[in-house]
């Protein structure tokens, strides 16, 4: 990859950017301001790219934030899982078909994780009771 023009290191897409982001925020355990996670990414990215990054995530509602002082402290709304299921339920809600979809989708699962699915549905569902 090609360094910015500012030598501020390599340019990323803004998905990749996010991904990086998000996966700071879950790491830290805590909430934390635009500051505080610029500090964290080393100088790689300016405070205000960090701000913008943050707050276009925040309108997605992929993180919550709370004031802090003259900032706002950002969190991530769900852990990684919660946030591929989010994933999940969005690519299904976006087809007319749900139930061709799952059942497509049922079909590529392997034996382990179908019974997996069954367990979690509940015990009417599983098929050893």
Do not use: C, W
């Not at 501020?8 to 950017?17: Q, Y």
Request: charged content about 30%.
């Amino acid at each position: 990859m090609a360094a910015d023009t500012q030598g501020r290191g390599p340019k990323r897409a803004n998905g990749a950017r996010e991904t990086e982001l998000l996966d700071l925020l879950q790491k830290a355990g805590t909430a934390l301001t635009p500051g505080e996670v610029a500090e964290r990414l080393g100088g790689e990215l300016t405070y205000s790219s960090v701000v913008t990054i943050l707050t276009r995530m925040h309108t997605k509602g992929l993180l919550t934030r709370t004031p802090r002082g003259r900032a706002y402290a950002y969190a991530p709304v769900t852990d990684d899982a919660g946030f591929a299921a989010r994933r999940m339920r969005t690519v299904l809600e976006e087809r007319p078909d749900r139930e061709a979809v799952l059942a497509r989708f049922a079909d590529t699962l392997s034996d382990t994780d179908a019974d997996l699915l069954r367990h979690l549905l509940g015990p009417e569902q599983d098929t050893d009771r």
